[in-house]
């Protein structure tokens, strides 16, 4: 039976930040997508790479 909008149950994802609603989307190279998948906490990681990138770029006013 599925869970109905709105449920009270569930697991829920603790994050020190909240997500964005929009997906970011690359296209990778052949094979990265299983690869990456393997990786344990990738998301996260990835997200703090990103961060990473960001933090790298020189100040744009």
């Known amino acids: ?3 109905q909008k ?3 149950l569930g ?3 603790k994050l020190e ?3 964005d609603k ?3 989307a690359f296209k990778g190279y052949l094979g990265q997508k299983e690869k990456l998948k393997a990786v344990p906490n990738w ?3 990835l997200r ?3 961060d990473q990138l960001i ?3 020189p100040n744009q006013e």
């Open 48 to 50: 703090q790479f990103v």
């Open 6 to 8: 709105g449920h009270k």
């Open 22 to 24: 929009d997906a970011i």
């Open 1 to 3: 039976m599925p869970f």
């Open 55 to 57: 933090s790298e770029l």
């Open 17 to 19: 930040r909240l997500l």
């Open 43 to 45: 998301q996260e990681r």
């Open 11 to 13: 697991a829920k994802k």
